[in-house]
């Protein structure tokens, strides 16, 4: 029997035991939501069950149960960013069924040359210069993955090969994780930036978070990123030796759908004016390719590309989200664990390592857009208890909510891999190797920039 079977069989039987044995001082209710969070978190790093069996295990066990009102079990389903996901697959579809993505992809490939090192650390180095230029991490995977899964078809990397899978978490985790570091490219970092102005009376400025946070977690992660994939994924260097043909003129579909595109990466880019949802934005631009007087994703195409499991699985990632913040159990682990952190003045390596590892644990099971909302109204009194100013304590969960343990507490990451057909395992792989290095050598090094900026005594 494989290890992650009994993995997963041991935390089902502590959940069990979370759920049914009283706990003094622990409501049945708040019991038994973390136990079904914990059992779900378990078997979603495991891989035990293909993830719609999971998903429907949580939605089952959620209701049965009446943990929550349906509106919040269910709120995956009705959420931005599960319309963003729909919205992707089709205009994925419309772009790949046009000829678009291979057009894209041929002028991109050829200035990555043919080696799969140069693959990608261009794929990674254009996933963090697109996270600059625009603000929706979802909109960018909807402009890029078509590109990347066009030119690893180019290159000759089929469904299921190193090289395709190395290609898409490349993309994914280079326009996702270093992005954390840039304060306009994430959810969680807008939520740090409320909370920072209306609980504390501070605005966080663009250039001081840059120049924080980008040199180590954004430049260098970016580095090691592509140092894993090409070591975890490796490919062969005669698999990208392919001589690939200019695309002919545009046709008409083509034509159509670049501008549809167009018109979605204008709307994203400027969604700081208009204020649409980019999640709205991409569904009414699906709603147009599917219109049978457009008819660039016929129903045939919707039928086969859209695949209907993968908005399963992220209406059941974001509905965990959402049970967890409605029954409490996120602002209970915070609010227990925070005395055991043992916050010390001048202590500042400890302080250092307990708030970034409260926050990124935390992130395990409020995943990350939750992490800012959960502490930052603990970080006055974490500030205090270290004598560092509120500022610096709100920074400290920045460097703990982008030090990702698995790829499910970052919704992105896994519609991303979903959108790319890569099984949820590799991503599982390259996330602890990551985690791994982030801890062992980049955390180390952060601490001594934030020294250096005097940002830590």
Known sequence: MKASYWIAGLGIAVALILAFVPI??????????????????????????????ITTLFFAVAMLFALAPANVIFAGFHSAGFWMVFGGLVIGAGVRGTGLAERLAHSVS?????RYAGIIIG???????????????????????????????????????????GMVLAVSFGTMIPGFAIMSATVPAM???????????????????????????????????????????????????????????????????????????????????????????????????????VNIVSPQDFDEKVKLGALFYVAGVLGLGALVAHGGVGDLLAQSVLPLL???????AWNFAAVAGLSSTLAMFATQPGVPAILAPLAGHMAAAADLPVEAMLMLTVV??????????????IIAMQLGSVPIRQGNKLCLWLFAVTVLVLLPLDYLWWRLLGWLP
Do not use: C
């Open 110 to 114: 050829r200035r990555f040359g043919n």
């Open 400 to 413: 703990g909510y982008t030090t990702v343990i698995l790829p499910y507490q970052t919704p992105p990451l």
């Open 123 to 165: 794929t990674v180095v254009m996933a963090v210069v697109m996270a600059f230029l625009m603000p929706s991490t979802l909109g960018r995977l909807m402009i890029l993955m078509p590109i990347i899964l066009a030119m690893a078809d180019g290159f000759g990397y089929g469904p299921g090969s190193n090289g395709r899978t």
């Open 342 to 348: 043992d916050l010390q003045p001048g202590a500042h």
């Open 191 to 293: 939520v740090i930036i409320g909370a920072s102005e209306s609980l504390y009376g501070i605005s966080p400025i663009y250039g001081t978070w840059l120049l924080l946070h980008f040199p180590v977690l954004g430049a260098l992660k970016a580095v090691v990123i592509s140092a894993l994939v090409i070591w975890l994924f490796p490919e062969k260097a005669v698999a990208v030796v392919q001589k690939r043909e200019a695309p002919m003129a545009m046709a008409r579909k083509e034509r159509l759908m670049a501008v549809m595109l167009l018109l979605a990466l204008a709307l994203w880019m400027t969604d700081f004016l208009h204020h649409i949802s980019p999640a709205w934005v991409a569904l009414g631009v699906a709603s147009i390719l599917i219109l049978p007087m």
């Open 24 to 53: 003094d001082g622990l409501q049945t209710e708040t019991a038994r939501t973390g136990a079904l969070a914990l059992a779900t978190v378990v078997l979603f790093a495991t891989g035990a069950f293909p993830e719609f069996i």
